[in-house]
């Protein structure tokens, strides 16, 4: 093995002696040396196993039908140079020293492929550990093997979806990753109780490693795998998805539809009394008693008090609250929609007390549920001009808007019944559990103060409801926008795309429409006309209205 003036990672092998005339025809001559070919070795296993139907793909030889590709490497039984230095490297209980004894005892591979470009590639070998990293996976504790897994789901589901970042990550760095991190944690840690600080420091050195380009290989730190691989405009694509990703903390893995839709029913498991808990949120949700505290501004006095008594009985009814609990949900669904009729272009001493009575209605708002109410206060904080405030408030609304909380007439999954299984959660009243885990739409009424301006069309006549997630980052957007802060405008235009895409808290073709709507409007802002007609038409696709999709008369007015 010849590793001078080769990139560490790979070899040359370098042919001492031979009688056997099919090694000597594998190999090329370079400064008075015989050298084996990886080119050469891959041709001939081409003309034999295929008689040159197949093809060569990659360090593979693939068969005629395309179905299988076979890799054959060398087996060299004595442990390389370039990796001396791992045997005594961990300062940590893994791996084992009868661990680390087998993986040397069994050596390394030579793979048949060089690095790419370089003017030696026909004659470079890789070394794979491939082996050793089989030993490494099989001491793997249940919780090591949940977070390969779960990075791995994220990789599949999510990352993987977007075109630009497709083929940049394989699971090969994600494993290199849960290998450098159980080597610097203690073997204590790896326990089922810890899951979530575990997956959360695999996901964030992943999140390191594209920052900086550089994840090093694990037994030869000095191969930067991702080197000519994780660069230019795709790296900054993977990157701000895996930003927007690691905001949401673990609760990113339920971006991920084969977990956040896994239906607990389907698997006939016996419901336990937390679910009957769960039935009765659910009921709530899809009620009409969500309904009713919206309809404050179509009633007369004495019928909004004859409604709100049978609201308080039936709240009373299903969970026994406190009447003081029922008054503060009521009274913050009314001042949600009362704050939007308060004028705020006034003049002179008017001015401020327009606003600091409209302040302090908002601000009673908050009591109904997790994240509109501190959304309609963000609005206000735009609609004066106090960008940095509203962008305050805007990120503190989405830390709450995760995909575990409840939503108006959903289908609930096991996220939410585990949840609910919380003693907790279970010691609260129903009012209490509302305001704390439901994430409502926000609702703006026809002529609203508070709209933003970008957002408002007068030729609608109905009022506004969109998901809270969606306007979350187009308020976002447009905060940064009015700083001239690029980066971060098109980072929240970046995440208005993905929520839009996963149908994040996004649970209606309604909904989906108005999240388009959102996303035409930005592209318009930052002149990109062509794509915010193509956006519109997506929009008008999904819900065909004049009266409540605003899309169609934005389509016409952009000719």
Request: overall charge positive.
């Amino acid at each position: 093995m010849d590793t001078d003036d080769v990139k560490p990672g790979y070899a040359q092998l370098k042919l001492d002696y031979s009688r056997r005339q099919s090694i000597l025809k594998q190999c090329e001559e370079q400064n008075g040396k015989l050298y084996l070919s990886s080119l050469l070795y891959k041709q001939l296993l081409l003309r034999k196993e295929h008689n040159n139907s197949g093809s060569i793909h990659g360090p593979c030889i693939t068969d005629p039908s395309g179905n299988f590709d076979n890799a054959h490497c060398l087996h060299c039984k004595t442990w390389e140079s370039p990796a001396e230095q791992w045997i005594s490297r961990s300062n940590n209980s893994w791996p084992s020293s009868n661990v680390t004894q087998s993986i040397i005892k069994h050596g390394v591979l030579f793979v048949p492929i060089g690095v790419k470009g370089s003017p030696k590639e026909d004659l470079e070998w890789r070394i794979s550990f491939s082996v050793g990293e089989k030993f490494l996976i099989n001491t793997f504790t249940h919780t090591q093997l949940l977070c390969y897994a779960l990075l791995k789901i994220i990789l599949k589901d999510v990352i993987a979806t977007f075109s630009e970042c497709k083929d940049l990550l394989c699971s090969y760095f994600l494993k290199t990753i849960v290998f450098w991190i159980s080597e610097e944690v203690p073997q204590s840690v790896w326990k089922p109780k810890y899951l979530i600080s575990c997956f959360m420091r695999c996901f964030s050195r992943l999140v390191y490693c594209v920052e900086h380009s550089v994840c090093p290989h694990y037994f030869i730190p000095e191969n930067n795998t991702f080197e000519n691989k994780i660069v230019g405009r795709p790296r900054e694509v993977l990157l701000e998805n895996l930003y927007m990703l690691h905001c949401h903390n673990w609760r990113c893995i339920l971006f991920s539809d084969q977990i956040s839709k896994y239906d607990l029913f389907s698997c006939n498991f016996p419901i336990e009394a937390h679910a009957l808990y769960a039935k009765e949120v659910e009921r709530i949700l899809s009620s009409l008693l969500w309904y009713m505290a919206d309809i404050t501004l179509i009633y007369t006095p004495s019928e909004i008090i004859n409604i709100r008594m049978k609201q308080t009985y039936f709240c009373q009814q299903s969970s026994g609250p406190s009447i003081k609990d029922v008054c503060k949900f009521y009274v913050s669904k009314w001042c949600q929609q009362h704050a939007q009729y308060v004028p705020l272009i006034c003049y002179n001493k008017f001015q401020y007390q327009q606003y600091k009575l409209c302040l302090s209605t908002v601000i009673n708002n908050i009591y109904h549920d997790a994240a509109s109410g501190w959304l309609m206060i963000a609005s206000l904080f735009y609609k004066t001009k106090q960008y940095s405030k509203a962008l305050y408030i805007v990120s503190y609304s989405l830390w709450k808007c995760t995909p575990e909380k409840f939503c108006q007439m959903m289908m609930f999954s096991d996220i939410h019944y585990q949840l609910l299984k919380l003693q907790t959660f279970q010691k609260k009243s129903l009012i209490c559990l509302l305001k704390i885990l439901v994430v409502d739409d926000i609702k703006f009424k026809i002529n609203s103060t508070l709209i933003p301006d970008e957002l408002q069309m007068t030729e609608m006549d109905t009022s506004w409801t969109f998901p809270s997630t969606v306007y979350a980052y187009i308020l976002n957007f447009l905060c940064y926008y009015h700083l001239n802060d690029v980066r971060q405008s098109q980072d929240s235009l970046h995440a208005l795309q993905l929520v839009i895409r996963e149908l994040y808290v996004v649970r209606s073709n309604k909904s989906a429409a108005g999240a388009y709507n959102f996303l035409g409007v930005a592209l318009q802002l930052l002149g990109d006309t062509e794509y915010a007609r193509h956006v519109f038409l997506q929009s008008v696709k999904l819900f065909l209205s004049d009266s409540h999709n605003s899309a169609v008369k934005r389509l016409l007015l952009l000719g």
